[in-house]
């Protein structure tokens, strides 16, 4: 009997561990705002639709349709503005200032968005980074607006 309840103690420990390492895992990294129209957010292999208060993670890919738009605050206070008929995946987020740790990097393979930058592109602007299939903008001021579209052909 004792042996029994000392497994079932530390099989409940373990899977208190596996629900702990797993919430790290999916850290919320900021917040949709506003949406207008047709906006997504495709976490794996689902698509949600994005509604104010959605909780966003490394991973997500932001989209609208043609008549859609995206507000979106990330947890350094920056702010995204995506446009319609864009695309946007979030693909690394690091805000620990209290450990000197930051990192942003967003991938928009196409459409428009604007961003506002908050603490990381303060404190450590060498660390946000915004990729276009064409290009990669480091950021050295506070704001931005990018447009990508279809390759021109020359």
Known sequence: MKNTVTVALLLSALCLLAAANTAVAAETIGVVR???GD??????EKTLPAAPGLKLLVGDTL???RDGSLGVILRDDSSLSIGPESRLVLRSFLFSPSEGKFDLVARITGGTMAYLSGLI???APEKARF???????????TRFVVKVGEPSSR
């Open 34 to 36: 506003t949406v207008s």
């Open 39 to 44: 906006a997504t957010v495709t976490r794996g």
């Open 63 to 65: 989209g609208t349709g």
């Open 121 to 123: 592109g303060k404190l």
């Open 131 to 141: 990729e276009t299939p064409t290009a990669t903008i480091g950021i050295r001021g």
